[in-house]
């Protein structure tokens, strides 16, 4: 706690908000993005937004990663349960995401299938040799964080010459989602969704650095700051972010020099490109089929792959008609906006896979920010 | 549970309790069994109600409101940093009794083994329990045992029921919360919830941390005694404080504002949570309680629980506040404000 507890300091944290309340220009709104759940989760949790003039305007991204998950991988990842000797293993929050039919990987543990609940790719590794009699397939899910890691146990699994391990491979890539954000009709034709900056993301820079943001800054003239996801950090790439926008500038600038470099952490760079190669499309919930956008496992590893292995078909799925998760992931709507918001679709009973992680926009916003509905937020910043 | 006496045992040979392991037949009805309740049960809670050897236990009902509670046990591992689950089983029905502010009276039991689990560890569970509730003292009177076939269960599941009698004058209840009150919580929190989660072999963390595995009957008589008219207790158990505080602020209509830098946490238990993903609100304590008072007595209140030995780091963390959503909401030690509210399925860790 000792690293931690200096980034969380209420005094520094009053000193930035009233550098950022005296900077902001009254005239003119901010609209920034925060591309990661994380930052969401940080903004939501520590009450962020109750610090903020009210001219700021936070929009949550779609750095989410079960949010994004197409409603067909998640079907392929239900067949995968249900599938006869196989013990599926994944992440906490994969296990709830619902499907169309508002099945999810807990219930199907509930009727009998072996779901695990994972921290981490090793300890999938390790069911498969202590289980030799069956199958067990990763479903690995995440964006550039999560990759290395899985990387890693395919690279042991062939080491180890293991038969009964596979991944089903779900990484996917935050430039390119971010390229799809800014290139979308909505925000650079209609002008629908204004975008003014981006906080970028705290651990997926880490491993890509912050490098790759460069041609955000200079292609859209949108500046990025990259920022960790401790709440004070939120606030300085904030304020960063208000300087660069009021002198006109467009830069990647970074506030997680503590943690990210320049060319970020080229090690695991060099372990995903080993194991991986980029896939020419993949869908992405809420934004559709993006080019170049996600990783697959490569030949010469294909005897891991879940989709090679089972064959998994390529099905797509459309969302619950009400559902908003869509138009929020690519912040052209908020949660609020949803008819189904905080009525049918709730934490308990998620609808949309917004609602179902921490980092999803509307479980924050239903968690932590609900007070301010009636409130409205300039009742709630007095405090 | 049968019970036997001083009659002439129907078995020869002793059990084995360094070898010997739950069968089916201990819970068939026949000699097995009755050398179990006789060998174990009996002699580990030894009391007059038991030795009386009836299906039921006969006792005298004074006068005045009395309390009645029954809490089933199911925890994995079942011995723990801090405790186990027959010391838990005693802890739970007790503390559940004593949060209307009475004396606990008698508790029953009621065990389902599993086929296969050592008599060492059952053996080591009852005379913990025992030992819990001679403490108190509370005896347990009745209980009954079943055996079901391996697979079926985990080890031991206990069912504890108490009855106790609440004292002239106090009316507490959680639809008593005003808005005014103050909101006390009598020490650290989520300290049992984190010991249970470090002692499972699928964390390669370690600690030394305990759980806070309590019976509050001592702690909850000195208060009632310092301030009678306390408004809510409530023992923080699955889904801890959060859950706790969003159940009262629903059945007392009203919202409810904390001050997180009020709220007394061990290290410990914010890194594990921090490194997890957890919120330490949402974790269990099996040793603590919230109260809720009137203001003019909430400082003087504070003191008497400071000075008993459970009470030690408590703490004022909010007030109760007037609010038609009855929102549990928490000034952050940052400076922000936000919901606290209730938990959604289990906790999950975060993936990224």
Known sequence: MKYIEPFRNGAIARKIARKITAETDPHRDYYLMEFCGGHTHAISRYGIPGLLPGNIHMIHGPGCPVCVLPMGRLENMIQLAQTPGCIVCSYGDMLRVPTAQGDNLLKQKARGADVRMIYSAADALQIAQQNPQQQVVFLAIGFETTTPPTAVVIRQAQMLGLTNFTVFCNHVLTPSAISHILQSPEIRELGLVRLD?????????????????????????????????????????????????????????????????????IKAQRLVAEVFELRRSFEWRGLGAVPYSALRIK????????????????????????????????????????????????????????????????????????FREDDNDDVARTH | ?????????????????RHGRVEMAHGSGGRAMTQLVDQLFIAAFDNHYLRQMNDQACFPVGSGRMVMSTDCHVVTPLFFPGGDIGSLSVHGTVNDIVMSGARPLYLSAGFILEEGLPLADLKRIVESMAAAAQAIPVPVITGDTKVVEQGSGDGVFITTTGIGVVPD?????????????KILVSGTIGDHGIAILLAREDFAFYGTLESDTAALHDLVAVMVQTAPDIHVLRDPTRGGIAAALNEIAHQSGVGML?????????????????????????????????????PQDADRL???????PLGQNAAIIGEVIEDNHCFVQMETRFGGRRVVDWLSGDQLPRIC
């Open chain 2, 169 to 181: 004058g106090v009316h507490i209840s959680s639809e008593r919360a005003k808005p005014g009150d």
């Open chain 1, 197 to 265: 900056g981006f906080i970028g993301p705290a651990h997926v820079s880490t491993i890509i650095g912050s490098n790759p943001y460069a041609y955000f800054a200079e292609e859209f003239q949108k500046p990025v700051v990259i920022a960790g996801f401790e709440p004070l950090d939120v606030m300085q790439a904030i304020l960063m972010l208000i300087r660069q926008l009021n002198t006109g500038r467009a830069e990647v600038e970074n506030e997680f020099t503590r943690a990210v470099l320049p060319d970020g952490n």
């Open chain 2, 1 to 17: 549970m049968q019970k036997a006496g001083k009659r002439k045992p129907v078995y020869t040979r002793k059990l084995d309790f």
């Open chain 2, 302 to 308: 504070l003191d008497k629980i400071r000075t008993h």
């Open chain 2, 258 to 294: 904390l001050h997180e830098h009020c709220i007394p946490m061990k290290e410990q238990v914010g890194a594990v949570c921090e490194f997890l993903g957890f919120d330490p609100l949402y974790m269990a304590n099996e040793g603590k309680l919230v109260a809720i008072c009137a």
């Open chain 1, 299 to 370: 030949s010469r590893f294909a005897e891991f792959d879940a989709e090679r292995r089972f064959a998994l078909p390529v099905l797509s799925v459309p969302d619950h008609k009400a559902c908003e998760c869509g138009a929020i992931l690519r912040g052209v709507k908020h949660p609020r906006d949803c008819s189904i918001f905080g009525t049918v679709c709730t934490p308990d009973n998620p609808l949309g896979s917004c609602m179902v992680s921490s980092e999803g926009a509307c479980a924050a916003y239903y968690r932590y920010g609900r």
